[in-house]
T-cell receptor
Framework: DSGVTQTPKHLITATGQRVTLRCSPRSGDLSVYWYQQSLDQGLQFLIQYYNGEERAKGNILERFSAQQFPDLHSELNLSSLELGDSALYFC????????????FGEGSWLTVV | TQLLEQSPQFLSIQEGENLTVYCNSSSVFSSLQWYRQEPGEGPVLLVTVVTGGEVKKLKRLTFQFGDARKDSSLHITAAQPGDTGLYLCAGDQTGANNLFFGTGTRLTVIP
C-alpha cells in the first residue's frame, strides 16, 4: 500500500460525458501528479500540482483539467469523453516539488463506451 | 518523442534463467528509477540510482546507472514467476518537476 488513494477504481461511461477522478496523496506529500496509461502509449505525464498550484504540464488535452485543494487532495476532470480516452489514470505523490521518487496509487480504470 | 527507450519490449523466459533489461536515452538524467507494475496496480518503486556508474543490488536484482547518466540496466538472476510484470524505468532531469517514463518491458517468467 503506497498510501495514495484513488477513487473510483473502475468507471464506465458514455462518449460525450464528463467524469471526475479523485486522489488523496500520501500524508505530508505536497506534490500530486496525474498520469495516463494506455496499452499503446505507455505511461504519459499529464499534470503536476504542488501545494495547490499547477507546476508542470505534460500531454494533457484541453478537455481535461485538474486541481489541488487546500487539503491537498486532487481531482482530474475529463470532459467530452471519447473512446480513445479509455485508459488507466494514475495519481502519484511526492513530498517535494521535483522529487525523484514518487508513489503511485492503484489507478482508476476508465472505460468510455 | 520518447526520452527513454527500453528494450526488449517483451520478454518471456523460463524460471531460473537470467535476464537483462535496458533503458537508454540521449539525455542526461539527475537520477533514474526502476518501477515494477503488476496488472491492475500502480507502479511500485524498486530502486533509485543517482551517481554515474552506480550499481545497486536488491536480492536477485542488480541495477546499474551508466557512467554518463544516460542509461541504465536491470539484471535479474534466476528469475522466478513472481518477477512477472511490467518493468518501467523513469528519469529525473534538472529543472523538470515530473519523471519521464520509459516505454516499458513486459516480463513473463514461465514456471
Amino acid at each position: 500500500d503506497s498510501g495514495v488513494t484513488q477513487t473510483p477504481k473502475h468507471l464506465i461511461t458514455a462518449t460525450g460525458q464528463r467524469v471526475t477522478l479523485r486522489c488523496s496523496p500520501r500524508s505530508g506529500d505536497l506534490s500530486v501528479y496525474w498520469y495516463q496509461q494506455s496499452l499503446d502509449q505507455g505511461l504519459q505525464f499529464l499534470i503536476q500540482y504542488y501545494n495547490g498550484e499547477e507546476r508542470a504540464k505534460g500531454n494533457i488535452l484541453e478537455r481535461f483539467s485538474a486541481q489541488q485543494f487546500p487539503d491537498l487532495h486532487s481531482e482530474l476532470n475529463l470532459s467530452s469523453l471519447e473512446l480513445g480516452d479509455s485508459a488507466l489514470y494514475f495519481c502519484a505523490s511526492s513530498p517535494r516539488l521535483s522529487g525523484n521518487t514518487i508513489y503511485f496509487g492503484e489507478g482508476s480504470w476508465l472505460t468510455v463506451v | 518523442t520518447q526520452l527513454l527507450e527500453q528494450s526488449p519490449q517483451f520478454l518471456s523466459i523460463q524460471e531460473g534463467e537470467n535476464l537483462t533489461v535496458y533503458c537508454n536515452s540521449s539525455s542526461v538524467f539527475s537520477s533514474l528509477q526502476w518501477y515494477r507494475q503488476e496488472p491492475g496496480e500502480g507502479p511500485v518503486l524498486l530502486v533509485t540510482v543517482v551517481t554515474g556508474g552506480e550499481v545497486k543490488k536488491l536480492k536477485r536484482l542488480t541495477f546499474q546507472f551508466g557512467d554518463a547518466r544516460k542509461d541504465s540496466s536491470l539484471h535479474i538472476t534466476a528469475a522466478q514467476p513472481g518477477d512477472t510484470g511490467l518493468y518501467l524505468c523513469a528519469g529525473d532531469q534538472t529543472g523538470a518537476n515530473n519523471l519521464f517514463f520509459g516505454t516499458g518491458t513486459r516480463l513473463t517468467v514461465i514456471p
